[in-house]
């Protein structure tokens, strides 16, 4: 017998979409980094205008043994770490 389901959302913060807009108008590469489900974190990169088609998301584990050098150049074109 089901007894209930819930659901929460965590809206953005007021005005998050208009600073990734002044970012990207500017030149700044915008990456989100998140410790949210791989899903969740999609959904916010379209919700904020960070989302890239066939862009990559990548899991810290991934990173995992290398240098914050090699990280930061890898990260470069990703939209989401999570």
């Known amino acids: 017998?089901?007894?209930?389901?819930?659901?929460?959302?965590?809206p953005l913060r007021e005005g998050v979409q208009e600073a990734v807009a002044k970012c990207k108008?500017?030149?700044?590469?915008?990456t989100?980094?998140?410790g949210d489900d791989v899903l969740t974190?999609?959904?916010i990169t379209q919700q904020c205008n960070t989302y890239i088609p066939g862009g990559?998301?990548?899991a810290p584990h991934a990173l995992a043994g290398y240098h914050e050098s090699y990280c930061a150049t890898i990260a470069g074109p990703c939209p989401i770490l999570t």
């Open 1 to 10: 017998m089901l007894i209930g389901i819930t659901g929460i959302e965590d």
């Open 25 to 30: 108008n500017t030149g700044i590469h915008v």
């Open 32 to 34: 989100m980094c998140t």
């Open 41 to 43: 974190a999609w959904l």
């Open 56 to 58: 990559i998301i990548k």
